[in-house]
């Protein structure tokens, strides 16, 4: 079994690499299918959010799953390839940890990615890409997760992007109750969001999306109205704040646009966030004036902010993590010898079925029960001592004397 982990994140890319290489829900499973089947790849899931995609596979050449991932998106492998990272055996284990964990996250101790690498492994479940080394990885992954958060603080304090992005707002507006807020999308990200701006109170809140019944679900908590994401240009020009985060391939907000949209304004400033991988509102906005756009990465600034409260945590929990991979990797080379003791039982079963099978002819025949057992038991005795004895005779040297010593240590020989 080889495990490797492939991957590029906020640590190793920008944003506009990242997004050329992220994965939609709606095709994950066909991904996963299609990497498997037509690679030296026996395993894979896939891990694909705002700040990472990551390929987890049992895989004997991670090169070709590197080429796979360059070919799917039609990106040109010398362009990711200065960001991608290649994690063998024990790294990777460790990462599946950190990661599971939040600390390789943008907000360090969050627990989204918790839920969307559990999303990402029952999407390999449905695709039929996980077996018994993945199974096992994750299994242990969200346990060390668990482990990590009740014996450490590492949430402790944790500044989420939907929080970030409410201190944002509150620097361009004096309050944000008198704003309008408009969210596009209806996934998790944006009800996180959504949740953290309608605890300010704002003026009114719009939701937008594709399928207008889940806007309608999600405004009626939050207590606005819902629109389909055909309504957006009519009402665009009376939102102050919008944040989005789609699954679009293709942005749906675009500089002409909000060009436009800005002329309606007077002027007035509008504060943009992007949160979505890959973007949906076109990067050339944020160079209109009046418009303040931030995106997944600018909000790291913020975030940061409150990291030195959970570096102790962070710590201790690298600790933990240490520990576990160790006797994860002590699974894994336990697993490396199963054929071996397959072939070692297959191989004595096949001498005993021999034998038994003789024996019980001479009982046919007539034989004296306690000679046919001795002769068995004999037979038995010789053949499963062959190959150690022809070995040890037939060894010289060091070699001989390393045998020797082995065949002592198996057998529980202890010379006179």
Wanted: with cysteine.
């Amino acid at each position: 079994m080889q495990l490797f982990t492939l991957g590029i994140n906020h640590q190793t890319a920008p944003l506009s690499v990242r997004e050329q290489v992220a994965f939609h829900a709606e095709t994950l499973e066909q991904a996963l299918q299609d990497l498997v089947g037509h690679r030296s790849v026996k395993e894979a899931a896939i891990l694909s959010t705002c700040n990472r995609t990551e390929i987890y596979c049992n895989t004997e050449n991670p090169k070709q799953t590197v080429e796979w991932l360059a070919d799917y998106h039609h990106v040109q492998k010398q362009v990711i390839e200065p960001h991608l990272y290649t994690l063998p055996q024990n790294e990777a284990v460790k990462h599946a940890f950190r990661v599971a964990s939040g600390l390789d996250s943008m907000v360090l101790g969050e627990t989204q990615i918790l839920g969307q690498m559990k999303q990402a492994v029952t999407t390999a479940e449905h695709a039929g890409t996980l077996g018994t080394l993945l199974h096992k990885l994750f299994q242990r992954t969200f346990s060390v997760a668990k482990e990590v958060r009740t014996q450490t603080e590492i949430g402790a304090n944790s500044v989420s992007m939907a929080a970030a992005s409410v201190r944002l707002a509150e620097r361009i507006f004096s309050s944000i109750s008198e704003q309008n807020v408009l969210f596009i999308g209806a996934g998790e990200m944006i009800e996180l969001c959504a949740n953290h701006f309608a605890a300010q109170h704002p003026k009114h809140i719009t939701v937008a999306n594709r399928t207008v019944e889940r806007a309608q679900a999600l405004a009626l908590r939050l207590g606005g109205s819902a629109i389909s994401l055909n309504e957006l240009p009519d009402y665009l020009a009376a939102q102050d704040i919008i944040i989005t985060s789609t699954a679009s391939p293709l942005p749906i907000l675009g500089k002409g646009l909000i060009e436009r949209v800005i002329k309606q304004r007077k002027h007035r400033p509008m504060f943009m966030v992007d949160l979505a991988v890959p973007r949906d509102i076109e990067a050339e906005v944020g160079e209109l004036d009046d418009v303040f756009l931030y995106t997944v990465d600018d909000l790291a600034q913020v975030i940061e902010a409150g990291i030195g409260n959970r570096q102790l945590a962070a710590e201790e929990a690298e600790a933990i993590i240490e520990i576990q991979v160790g006797d994860f990797m002590h699974w894994m080379d336990t697993r490396s010898i199963v054929p071996t003791i397959r072939g070692l039982r297959d191989h004595a079963e096949r001498l005993r079925r021999h034998e038994l099978a003789r024996a019980e002819r001479l009982l046919v025949k007539g034989g004296d029960p306690r000679e046919v057992i001795d002769q068995m038991s004999r037979a038995l005795s010789n053949k499963f001592l062959h190959h150690p004895s022809h070995a040890l005779s037939h060894a010289t040297g060091e070699d001989r004397a390393q045998l020797e010593a082995l065949l002592r240590r198996l057998y529980n020989i202890h010379p006179e």
